[in-house]
């Protein structure tokens, strides 16, 4: 395991003294854990890694940086490391930031987060304005301002900002590395609309926080914290707050005939959430009951759901830097400690 340690600098101490960082009675310097998936999107991160490396060290961090081999190592890091850091930025895709942060909620330690976004379609960056520009993204987490966000969690695993099940579901992990890295976000749509071909709908039952009840079929349905879905779903920024302890539910009705699949794709594409077709509503808590081959996915990565699903806000259980320019954007309120 120590050899799979990348240390940013074989003369650490000398070049941080230089820039006046460190002395022999002076200033401690801060400790940051890089956690990279170098294979996401076009492997950017990795081909940028040197310039991350330096923006950080410019900015007072002593830097170790880890690179994922397998899904699930980085969960796994940050929950053994996160007591031994006082930043973690991790650079990759959804999935990349779903297991930081499940490591670190795991953990029970509140070391702040930043995201280098590098994926393929980055949605939980997009909702949050993070610079697809890799280096301008390092900068605006040195210069950028913490927040505190909601975080899902899903029996006993977490999420970040979706739980989706159904129709474009299976899109976000059954989509190929390679499509994506040609198409990007239409590459979710291209397979989306093969999935139409094969629609499915799945008998469901809601149990509510208030105890009531719903019992329908349903063709989609997403826990979301986001104003973007795997690229093709899209909420406007008013309808999403971020940290305010709930989510939004979305659920697709099985359509009977063409005519109301079409309805049911245009409602969801124009946002028409007083549509027939859908459902939606703010929660904060809920228990899913479905069949046994009921497909589920966590930010984008597939799941395997229990047979009652018990599916809860955790408000304000993270910290995450952001852009100053989008405290403004979101009108979102700076973290206090």
């Given at each position: ?98 297991e ?14 930043g ?8 949605d ?5 304005h ?27 695993r ?9 129709l474009?579901?299976?899109t ?31 008998p ?18 997403a ?20 940290c ?9 009705r ?59 806000c ?24």
């Open positions: 395991m120590k050899d799979s340690w990348l240390w940013a600098d074989q003369n650490r101490k000398k070049q941080v003294e230089s820039i006046g960082f460190v002395s022999n009675g002076g200033v401690e310097v801060k400790k940051l854990l890089l956690l990279m998936n170098p294979c996401a999107g076009q492997k950017k991160g990795r081909k940028h890694l040197a310039e991350i490396i330096a923006i950080f060290n410019r900015a007072g961090y002593d830097l170790q940086c880890y690179m994922s081999a397998a899904p699930g190592e980085l969960e796994s890091v940050v929950h053994r490391c996160a007591a031994e850091s006082d930043l973690l930025v991790c650079c990759g895709g959804d999935g990349t930031v779903n930081c942060v499940s490591g670190l909620i795991k953990s029970g330690r509140n070391v702040p987060l995201y280098i976004p590098a994926g393929s379609t980055n939980f960056a997009s909702t949050l993070l610079s697809p520009d890799l280096l301008q993204a390092c900068r605006d987490i040195v210069e950028g301002e913490q927040i505190c966000l909601d975080v899902g969690r899903f029996g006993e977490y999420f970040t900002y979706v739980a989706s099940f159904g474009f579901s299976k976000s992990y059954a989509t190929s590395q390679e499509l994506k890295n040609i198409f990007g976000r239409l590459a979710y749509f291209l397979s989306g609309i093969q999935e139409l071909s094969q629609l499915r709908s799945y469901v039952r809601i149990r509510f926080s208030d105890g009531s009840l719903m019992e329908d079929k349903f063709i989609f349905g826990v979301c914290n986001s104003t973007s879905v795997g690229g093709i779903l899209n909420f406007s920024a008013d309808t999403v707050d971020l305010d302890g709930k989510f939004e539910l979305l659920l697709a099985a359509p009977k005939d063409p005519a109301e699949l079409r309805d049911c794709v245009l409602a969801l594409r124009k946002q028409s959430f007083d549509s027939p077709m859908l459902y939606f509503k703010q929660v904060d808590s809920l228990e899913i009951q479905g069949p046994e081959d009921f497909p589920w996915s966590l930010d984008g990565e597939k799941a395997i759901p229990p047979k009652l699903i018990q599916i809860s955790l408000p304000s259980a993270l910290q995450f830097y952001i852009p100053r320019a989008a405290l403004q954007e979101r009108g979102i309120s700076v973290y206090s400690g």
